[in-house]
């Protein structure tokens, strides 16, 4: 009989398990003893993500890349332990780091019907977001192995089913770059299946060292034989990768780590060789030894050993005073949100085109606005709303200020282009990059997702790329943007945010994220000028988690529901009443608008 792994529910285990599940679905208390702190912190993130916890429906991957070094060291990997399996009813998968499946071993023909059912098959995305609480989404996640059992599963169709995925991360950079997941019956599930699952995603990280670019490993070589005979700041970076010492971490300001990044990057790709000086933000002047390694900068990249001269009278901070933002206007502090900021900074400042990718409200056009004022605040920067790509003298409008000095274009919406005005744009973006020297700089934003054939045409005009994150996967900048978007609506910062009225907020799932903040920030500030915001202020969409978008009349009765509520102090009863229905149905109603029941 197969060992059963400590964590897993016994069947009275199993069935408070599943109650637990229940509750939490209607939004209702579940004590932290009944559920894993991981698994809970999980269904969380899945409710805020409006996760459908009653049917699996996934987009299709088309022709997702199968031959990778991922792949290609994976493969004989998981092959052999398939033959080592010997036909045990376990599914072996490999999925890259969106968690989109690549490859599925399975010997038994029943597991592989339920699979198929549940769309867990190559070509479909499991990450979190999209199935909610699950072995490979989780894992992906949390960036450590992870085992969900039964009803731990956010959806109610993988119940029957346990899994255990190890995240799997590139041996140099660092990067997780897939996962390696073991699924079986939930009846089958034993103790070792993690242990054999990290055992796996080790076996794959070694060859992938094995078999690693050999420019990588020169790389990386080069950057600690530097670091061992050379004191002061030391960086070593690569298309896809940036390494510093200890010391560089200590002393650089991070408003000066992009542009010495970037300014790096382009010496690296000069055939000119020499010190190169450059004068950083914070007033500190940056005098660079950079040093190509395989290639180059667009092929190897290079190591790079930098002399920092202070200067005279730098300012001292105030005591008390917030810190400087990175960029101007912009407020956040999660690691995200900083490593998005940095990859646009990084691209505008290496001359690099740039794609700039996230949801709609992430805030792509300000931290692109920002990084240009930053760098050239007296320069043109035109917006071009792709969406009135129609509209005469459009086109012209991009050719005119690319003809300036340090002009910058920004075509927003690329994705609304049809394909004869993406032969357009193409063609007036070629004809800017052609010429000699080449002209001003280019940036597109688009939905995360929404890349057309013809689109990804025109995009191999932009070699640097960088995604924002959503709101909700760093949800704690709204300490620093709730002040910030009160300060631009109303006058003399009159207006503040009570603490209930915050948790409200952070709670909320926020699907247009801070565009749709400003929104319904904008609605308060309408009939509430000045003094404190309170939690019943906020309009009732702030108190859902709604799993799917709502009709008029849907939002109506939602509305009718959370203000029932919030008069009743919380009692769903008494709540149920003053509507006219029973409580059966109005725990069912809270359960599909995903309402958050205020405390009472």
Known sequence: MTPTPTHVPTTAGGERLALARERFLAAESVEPNQVRPAILASWRRSRQWNVAADRIKLDYVRDPDLDTPLTRSAMPVLRGLYDNLDGQPISILLTDAAGVVLSRIVADHDLERHLDAVQLTPGFSYAEEAVGTNGIGTALEGGRPMHVFGHEHYAENLEDLACAAVPIHHPITGKTIGAVDLTCWRRDAGALLLSLARTTAGQIQQELLYHGEVREVELLHEYLRTCRRTTGIVFALNRDLVMLNEYARQVLDPADQPVMLGRAAEALASPQRGPVVVELPTGATA??????????GSQGGGVVHVKLTEPDHRPTAVAGTPPRPVLPGLVGTGTLWLRGCHEVETGYASGQWLVVRGEPGTGKLAVLRAVHQQRHPGASLRVLDCADAGTRNWLAQGREVLAEPHGAVVYRHAERLTARQLTAVGAVLREAAEARPARGWVAVTLRSGRESRELADLLRLFPAAAELPPLRHHVDDLAELVPLFLSRLSQDNRLVCSTPAMQVLMRFSWPGNAGQLWQVLKRVVRHRRTGVIGADDLPPECRTVSRHRLSPLESMERDAIVASLRDCGGNKA?????????????????????????AG
């Not at 005098?287 to 180059?296: D, E, I, S």
């Not at 509507?579 to 958050?596: D, F, N």
């Open 287 to 296: 005098r660079m030894w950079c040093r190509p390694v395989g290639g180059g």
């Open 574 to 598: 008494n709540a149920a009443r003053s509507l006219g229905m029973s409580r059966a149905t109005i725990y069912r109603k809270i359960h599909e608008y995903g309402i958050v029941t205020p």
